[in-house]
């Protein structure tokens, strides 16, 4: 037995692994599923979802076959996994830095700006969730929900804290994240050199300001 097959074996003789629950939990088995998500979204952002094979995201995560299955059943499974795992991983590069600012419509240009930032680095998000709505619509719903809830409760607690208008709500939240979704695809995917910081201060300005002429 090779050594990834021998990890995988420890795996499922620890309890991990089972029609229930695939769960690793050994930082052995989470370190082997974080290998084959981040190959999963190397060779779905290059090959789409319906040329990527699960053989292909082994080799790329330089585990054995049965690993694979040790967490997934499908391709279809992972692809899912890696929508959330995307998700959480913006999440995660986010919200710090969002929590860190002064007040409400700071931590929206610094929101903006580090999604960029997120998206120059990882460029195959595009890709992964517009693929999504064809291959697992419920998650590609999901990705969408949970970030526009994220930005509603930002909203809110700026309210509450008398930094932006007392009525902001649901519509605002989604007004944001579009803007962001296609600032992310002009000037995170389209134009790597474009200024993010710039970018970031033009959309906070309209967010505070509005369109009306600034001599008013």
Known sequence: MDQPDRAA???RSAGDVGSRDKTPRTERGRRTLRKLLDAAA?????CGFHDASISAITRRAGTALGSFYTY???KEEI???LVRYMSEQLRDHVTPIVQAAPNEIAAERIGLESFLGFVREHREIYRIID???FVDYASYRRHYETTVERIRQRLEAGAARGEIRSDVGEIH???IAGMNVFLGMRYGLWDADADIGKVAQIANDL?????SPSDR
């Open 131 to 133: 693929e999504a709505e």
């Open 9 to 11: 074996a420890e795996e």
């Open 207 to 211: 967010l505070a300001n509005g369109l």
């Open 173 to 175: 939240a989604w007004a």
């Open 42 to 46: 190397v060779e779905f952002g290059e």
């Open 72 to 74: 997934f059943d499908s």
């Open 79 to 81: 692809f899912q996994a």
